[in-house]
């Protein structure tokens, strides 16, 4: 599992972290788990189709736990980017359920959607992971590669924060791509946060100094930084990286608190490549799936804490300034499975009236 929490520049730079204990204040529960289930059930219909409907469609072909059906069990997992190991862990796991039930019961259609759905969140895990900001200037920094939707990802980002009641700066650090800065200028003003920018082509890290300096000095809550995208040179991405850390660790001990890597979750396992190479070059913290709502790919979301040990804390479901929501595994793995159990309590019934 990744550090979490701040002060990894130094770790790289051979130096020691200070501590962070606090933990950020959770927001209203009941609200966000209604919020979030809404939206992942009337958003993730491809993902339902794949990962959940057409696997437990198996069992109503078949009528029966046997081999036959946990082979295509765990072909349909992969198909939907669960990835083979971790679809191979879930079928197994199924297996080896099945097998220790007593002679009396039997591994039904309500059996099998119960255990499937409760080992998809043992997987990804039944907390809803928090950002942790617990200090008077706090840094989040944004990595990932160009076209993830890191941009809005950022801008989004800084108006949940707003919307909580934290004032933000946005820092644009990703001075080399051609037209970045306006982009995320955009996106500033539709949050109403304050940007920090210099020409194209400045160095990101006085970018950085000028916005903690700026933040400082307006007694800001939150910077947000924006970096280059450039995985395909990774030495120069290391040193870009390495300088703005040095930045930061100077001017705000124990920062940053926290390192969020943005991934398009369309992707699928291609995503997660790009997270392993993330990984070598900084500690991350947590993991953004973004353009979630558009793709059947949504199984990556259970990929990401096994492969990766790092937990997913906000997911984007629309191209709205309110589509980022903090990922809540619990109500996730709910709406996955509704219209699946929605469908056989119909099955049921229309049976019984028959």
């Given at each position: ?18 501590g962070t ?9 009941e609200t966000?788990?209604k919020s979030?289930?809404?939206k ?9 189709t794949t990962l ?12 029966k736990v046997?081999e ?11 198909q ?5 190991e971790?679809?191979?862990h ?17 591994a039904?259609?309500?059996w099998?959607?119960k ?15 928090q950002?942790h ?5 706090n ?7 160009n076209?993830?939707?890191?941009t ?6 800084a ?7 934290r004032?933000?700066i946005?820092?644009a650090?990703?001075?080399?791509r051609?037209?970045?800065?306006d982009?995320?200028?955009?996106w500033?003003?539709?949050s109403?946060?304050?940007i920090i920018?210099?020409a194209?082509g400045?160095d ?35 040193k ?7 930045i930061?660790?100077r001017?705000i ?18 995503g997660?490549?790009?997270?392993k190479?993330?990984?070598e070059?900084v500690?991350l ?5 973004t353009k ?16 990766l ?12 300034l ?6 809540d595994p ?5 709406a ?11 099955s049921?019934s ?5």
């Amino acid at each position: 599992m990744s550090e979490q929490g701040g002060g990894w520049f130094r770790k790289i730079l051979g130096g020691k972290a200070p501590g962070t204990e606090a933990q950020a204040e959770k927001p209203a529960e009941e609200t966000v788990k209604k919020s979030f289930f809404a939206k992942v059930r009337d958003r993730l219909t491809k993902t339902k189709t794949t990962l959940i409907s057409q696997t437990l469609s198996i069992f109503r072909r078949r009528g029966k736990v046997d081999e036959a059906l946990l082979e295509e069990m765990e072909e349909c997992l992969i198909q939907a980017d669960v990835g083979v190991e971790t679809s191979i862990h879930l079928i197994d796991s199924i297996r080896q359920r099945a097998r220790k039930l007593p002679s009396s019961e039997e591994a039904d259609f309500e059996w099998l959607r119960k255990n499937f759905h409760d080992l998809i969140l043992e997987e990804i895990g039944a907390e809803p992971p928090q950002l942790h900001l617990p200090d008077p200037l706090n840094v989040i920094l944004i990595v990932g590669v160009n076209g993830t939707g890191k941009t809005t990802t950022i801008g989004k980002l800084a108006n949940r924060l707003r919307n909580e009641g934290r004032s933000v700066i946005i820092a644009a650090g990703d001075t080399f791509r051609a037209a970045a800065i306006d982009q995320i200028r955009i996106w500033a003003e539709r949050s109403g946060c304050e940007i920090i920018a210099g020409a194209d082509g400045a160095d990101p890290a006085s970018v950085v100094f000028n916005a903690i300096a700026g933040a400082r000095s307006r007694g800001v809550d939150v910077v947000i930084i924006d970096t280059a995208g450039r995985l395909h040179n990774k030495t120069n991405l290391m040193k870009e990286l390495e300088k703005i850390g040095r930045i930061i660790a100077r001017e705000i001990p124990g920062a940053p608190q926290e390192t969020l890597l943005v991934l398009d979750a369309s992707t699928g396992q291609n995503g997660l490549s790009q997270a392993k190479l993330f990984q070598e070059i900084v500690p991350l913290t947590g993991i953004v799936l973004t353009k979630l709502d558009g793709t059947a790919k949504g199984g990556v979301t259970i990929a990401v804490r096994k492969q990766l040990g790092i937990p997913v804390k906000y997911v984007g479901l629309g191209e709205g300034l309110e589509d980022l929501e903090p990922f809540d595994p619990g109500s996730f793995v709910d709406a996955l499975f509704v219209e699946a159990q929605e469908e056989e309590d119909s099955s049921s019934s229309t049976s019984s009236s028959a």
